[in-house]
Antibody, heavy 114, light 107 residues
Framework: QVKLLQSGAALVKPGDSVKMSCKAS????????IHWVKQSHGKSLEWIGY????????NYNEKFKSKATLTVDKSSSTAYMEFSRLTSEDSAIYYC???????WGQGVMVTVSS | DIQMTQSPSSLPASLGDRVTITCRAS??????LRWFQQKPGKSPRLMIY???NLAAGVPSRFSGSRSGSDYSLTINSLESEDMAIYYC?????????FGSGTKLEIK
């Protein structure tokens, strides 16, 4: 069955970067774009952007354009998101989702604290 | 950006009730509207796509409808497992935007 397995929780310092992964299985990785979504504690969802695993093409929410970098490794069916220059506002759960949001990863909790 | 105005933010209801949650789009989004259910500590789950289509495995007591720029999710005969937060998402135009969420709780 389709699974998106995300990397574990991260505790990072302000100003640092964090790179999280989303490993897909159960389908052909290059068939569906992968979206990334942010959920701050107790709040709604924000679309960060997507990457097309086939072409590597990306589309970012302007709000996150200078913050997030999306990449893929087709050989391992894994998508990555790097978040840079972290502040407390970036503390949140980050999800990857595929096939029109039918499938979601379990989320990565990122905590930014000194 | 397209604003999705979701209401109510909180909805106390009793088991067996029929409830409706609404999202209003600030611009035309056609039927590019999805509904998600999220339970505490879990990832969102797709419930409705194309504004009115039930996702695989979703109970038939859930339904979606559209009236102009208003999109609704209705749950007939509420069950305890339906208590969750529900979000709408427009995917007609980038950036994709979600509603602010409706917390469905037992009265």
């Amino acid at each position: 069955q389709v699974k998106l397995l995300q990397s574990g929780a991260a505790l990072v310092k302000p100003g640092d970067s964090v790179k999280m992964s989303c490993k897909a299985s159960g389908y052909t990785f290059t068939d569906y774009i992968i979206h990334w979504v942010k959920q701050s504690h107790g709040k709604s969802l924000e679309w960060i952007g997507y990457i097309n695993p086939y072409s590597g093409g990306t589309n970012y929410n302007e709000k996150f354009k200078s913050k997030a970098t999306l990449t893929v490794d087709k050989s391992s069916s894994t998508a990555y998101m790097e978040f840079s220059r972290l502040t407390s506002e970036d503390s949140a759960i980050y999800y990857c989702a595929s096939e029109g949001y039918t499938y979601w990863g379990q989320g990565v909790m990122v905590t930014v604290s000194s | 950006d397209i604003q999705m105005t979701q209401s109510p933010s909180s909805l106390p209801a009793s088991l067996g009730d029929r409830v409706t949650i609404t999202c209003r789009a600030s611009q035309d989004i056609g039927n590019y509207l999805r509904w998600f259910q999220q339970k505490p500590g879990k990832s969102p789950r797709l419930m409705i796509y194309g504004a009115t289509n039930l996702a695989a495995g979703v109970p038939s007591r859930f339904s979606g409808s559209r009236s102009g720029s208003d999109y609704s999710l209705t749950i007939n005969s509420l069950e305890s497992e339906d208590m969750a937060i529900y979000y709408c998402l427009q995917h007609n135009e980038y950036p994709l935007t979600f509603g602010s969420g409706t917390k469905l709780e037992i009265k």
